[in-house]
């Protein structure tokens, strides 16, 4: 079994450019594709990236993944923060029919 | 566009069985290289997914749950359903079910959540 580790909370200014890591414990992250999950308080999960880097449709573009195989991370960045995007983001991956949330990060735009 | 409604006891007792349903609508369960999860999330906490059906009704299962989940289909009724014996307070949580593309792994569709809560 691997893990995801996020940091559990970061905030921004609207406006700016903020960007949460996900680390994979052990296996490499480029191995198995990185989704990522935003979920406002009340509400189910959205997927807002999947495939390491693809936006499903309706998901502004201020909204992108990557993978760091040097750090055996990804990182979900979003540009030109709104208040509308603060909330709880998750990434998901998977290995040996196993599938792994991140413990989530909290972001805060104020 | 597909729909996934949970339905099931919303009070548990320690030591029972919690027993869920996911009704899936707007397409049939058995079409398409799909599977179908349950995954949950305590109050204040983060997803723990619990496990998954194919159609073909191979499952996988979280590995720290597994020797207390059963996932089963009834593809007759458009139906998957979760069993979790054994509970305790700590299985307290809101329940999600959800379909997840069977290339990518990822979960395109969710349910509301249904919170069960385990108390005596």
């Known amino acids: 079994n691997f893990m995801l580790t996020q940091p559990h909370s970061v905030s921004e200014s609207p406006g700016k450019t903020v960007t949460i890591s996900c680390t994979r414990s052990s296996g490499s992250i480029a191995s198995n594709y990185v989704q990522w999950y935003q979920q406002r308080p009340g509400s189910s999960p959205t997927t807002v990236i999947y495939?390491?880097?693809?936006?499903p449709s309706g998901v502004p573009d201020r909204f992108s993944g990557s993978i760091d195989s040097s750090s055996n991370s990804a990182s979900l960045t979003i540009s030109g923060l709104k208040t509308e995007d603060e909330a709880d983001y998750y990434c998901q991956s998977y290995d040996s029919s196993n599938l792994v949330f991140g413990g989530g990060t909290k972001l805060t735009v104020l | 566009q597909v729909q996934l409604q949970e339905s099931g006891p919303g009070l548990v007792k320690p030591s029972q069985t919690l027993s869920l349903t996911c009704t899936v609508s707007g397409g049939s369960i058995s079409s398409g290289s799909y599977y179908w999860s349950w995954i949950r999330q305590p109050a204040g906490k983060g997803l723990e997914w619990i496990g998954r059906?194919?159609?073909?009704?191979?499952?996988n299962y979280n590995p720290s749950l597994k020797s207390r989940v059963t996932i089963s289909v009834d593809t007759s009724k458009n139906q998957f359903s979760l069993k979790l014996s054994s509970v305790t307070a700590a299985d307290t949580a809101v329940y999600y079910c959800?379909?997840?593309?069977?290339?990518?792994?990822?979960?395109?569709?969710w349910g509301q959540g249904t919170l069960v809560t385990v108390s005596s």
């Open positions: 059906i194919y159609t073909s009704g191979s499952t």
């Open positions: 959800a379909r997840e593309e069977g290339y990518s792994y990822r979960f395109d569709y």
């Open positions: 495939e390491d880097n693809q936006r």
